[in-house]
Nanobody, 125 residues
Framework: QVQLVESGGGLVQAGGSLRLSCAAS????????MAWFRQAPGKEREFVTV????????YYANSVEGRFTISRDNAKNTVSLQMNSLKPEDTADYYC??????????????????WGQGTQVTVSS
């Protein structure tokens, strides 16, 4: 069992930056692909970004490519999301997720086994 705890959300003006962090419990963090998803009010949860187990590979949704950066520190059991040039449409609850499969790097929320409780990001115009 893995517990994920997000932090770093808040209110920011458009054009600003925020850094989200996700701390994971357990000794097998390096074996999980880690992702961020988000869910805006009244909308379905959507993929934001994923990072491979080693951190060598990353993938982003088109809507955040070039603005967001995912990274991980396997020694500290953390994954982070640096969000720059934020837009009002980035407003959502952001969730950290872990995939315990050994090889998959997925954009699909159904492939993820563990989820954090979410952290709210609000971008004002």
């Amino acid at each position: 069992q893995v517990q994920l705890v997000e932090s770093g959300g808040g209110l920011v003006q458009a054009g600003g930056s925020l850094r989200l962090s996700c701390a994971a419990s357990g000794r097998t963090f390096s074996t999980y692909a880690m992702a961020w998803f988000r869910q805006a009010p009244g909308k379905e949860r959507e993929f934001v970004t994923v990072i491979s187990r080693s951190g060598d590979s990353t993938y982003y949704a088109n809507s955040v490519e070039g603005r967001f950066t995912i990274s991980r520190d396997n020694a500290k059991n953390t994954v982070s999301l640096q969000m720059n040039s934020l837009k009002p449409e980035d407003t959502a609850d952001y969730y950290c997720a872990a995939d315990r499969s050994r090889t998959r790097i997925s954009r699909w929320s159904s492939d993820y086994d563990y989820w954090g409780q979410g952290t709210q990001v609000t971008v004002s115009s």
